[in-house]
């Protein structure tokens, strides 16, 4: 299916239920997301109009049972916009950012279907960027690096923050602390896979203190550790974060540990800086970034990325530096 026809079968979905609701039902169906475009120059020496972070389009319901519980539903896709695409069209579904259905009460919100694992939907919180800047984002380029959420998840190929047949919990939260699960009680029948798949996240915030522990095993045997903290001092932030990513298969190893801040300096102008030291195996590469936001409006920003790599010979050779300009669109 094209983008453009998913995009009109969407919108006429959306109208029908809208109009099926009964009046007295309190029911909502929205949609949202963002659309991002940028010029830049990125880490493979090319020049490129695309998207520095991600478009995205999703399709949010919720609908009240009684009792303190509501059913919950989400539907998104993310395209590019320089070719009107879907991201990894051919290989990625097209509900590639998420499919659930589920139920939310008191005890916290139960979903199923595909999303992002528990330790990948929350990591964000954590880096200047959100993990959501190919540029300048310290996470992007050294988090989980070994760690493929789901091997298989793409028609085969391996899925870096989701899990397909996964079951999404969420618990309340209790003076700050707030526990997350997901995983599948589903066996992937490809080679090598022998486990069922697992993420827990401990998380804390409450003032100006946020924490996060998380541990995450894919079908492959292959884990993650990774612990955070933040701390906000009035308009500035400083984020510290530590990865641990190991191959099962090859042994091998990822460390990263990183720093960053960001500073709302005017009103309408927030600045933004990181750096992360990776081990790989036997080689080292120092990340440093920075960034500026100018909020034009409540949805709208432009903003400026640059990120450079320092290697040693042992790391994979890249250029070192990237840069570029964007525009960004809540709706």
Do not use: C
Request: aromatic share 10%; proline share 4%.
């Amino acid at each position: 299916m094209h983008y453009k026809q998913a995009l009109v079968l969407a919108g006429a979905t959306l109208g029908a239920f809208a109009a099926s609701m009964p009046a007295r039902a309190q029911s909502s169906l929205t949609l949202n997301g963002m659309l991002d475009l940028g010029v830049f120059r990125d880490f493979d020496g090319a020049s490129k109009v695309g998207t520095i972070q991600r478009s995205n389009l999703a399709i949010v319901g919720t609908e009240d049972l009684g009792g303190g519980v509501k059913a919950v539903l989400r539907l998104a896709t993310r395209a590019e916009l320089d070719t009107g695409a879907s991201e990894g069209a051919g290989y990625k579904p097209f509900w590639h950012d998420e499919a659930t259905i589920g139920l939310q009460g008191g005890w916290g919100t139960v979903r199923a279907g595909r999303a992002m694992t528990a330790m990948w939907a929350n990591d964000w919180k954590f880096d200047p960027w959100a993990n959501f800047n190919r540029i300048a984002s310290p996470a992007w380029q050294h988090w989980h690096y070994l760690t493929p959420s789901d091997p298989f998840g793409n028609n085969g190929t391996a899925e870096y923050g989701r899990l397909n047949n996964g079951i999404f919990y969420d618990s309340p939260t209790v003076r700050g602390v707030t526990l997350r699960l997901s995983g599948s009680p589903e066996r992937q029948r490809e080679q090598g896979a022998t486990r069922r798949p697992v993420s827990v996240v401990l998380e804390y915030g409450q003032g100006a203190v946020a924490a996060m522990a998380a541990f995450e095993r894919n079908s492959i045997g292959d884990r993650d550790t990774f612990v955070a903290g933040k701390y906000t001092l009035g308009v500035v932030a400083i984020m510290a974060a530590h990865d641990d990513s190991r191959a099962r298969a090859t042994g091998g190893r990822s460390r990263a540990a990183t720093l960053s801040a960001t500073w709302q300096v005017a009103p309408a102008v927030l600045l933004k800086t990181g750096y992360s030291r990776q081990r790989l195996d036997a080689g080292v590469d120092h990340f440093v970034s920075l960034g500026a936001d100018y909020s034009l409006s409540r949805r709208s920003t432009l903003y400026a990325s640059l990120g450079r790599h320092r290697t040693t010979p042992q790391m994979p050779q890249m250029l070192h530096t990237a840069f570029g300009f964007g525009l960004a669109h809540l709706y």
